[in-house]
């Protein structure tokens, strides 16, 4: 069974730093595409960053060049580096993952970023 278990929102001020990490449970990294995913009040979940099997990256235009996205095999854990962050990026941040050979999606429960300007 996957679990996937969100860790590290807070409140931050705008232009302020936080990491966000996931702790994941009954897959290997190497065959799964993990990312997070952000949804603010009154918005739609979007996709923020996705880090595939292979290791490739893929980051929404709204946070290129702010935000990291990472992982450690050995620890069974993805990150989030969010930087420079700015009072749009304010929501439930959700660690989310799926096999890269298909079947379905796992989501963690999230944690709330808070940035205040």
């Known amino acids: 069974q996957v679990q996937l278990v969100e860790s590290g929102g807070g409140l931050v001020q705008a232009g302020g730093s936080l990491r966000l990490s996931c702790a994941a449970s009954g897959i290997f990294f190497t065959t799964y595409t993990l990312g997070w995913y952000r949804q603010a009040p009154g918005k739609e979940r979007e996709l923020v960053a996705t880090i595939s099997g292979a290791g490739s990256k893929y980051y929404t235009d709204a946070v290129k060049g702010r935000f990291t996205i990472s992982r450690d095999v050995d620890k069974n854990t993805l990150s989030l580096e969010m930087s420079n962050l700015k009072s749009e990026d304010t929501g439930m941040y959700l660690c989310?993952?799926?096999?890269?050979?298909?079947?379905?999606?796992?989501w963690g429960q999230g944690t709330q970023v808070t940035v205040s300007s």
């Open positions: 989310w993952g799926k096999h890269d050979m298909g079947g379905g999606q796992s």
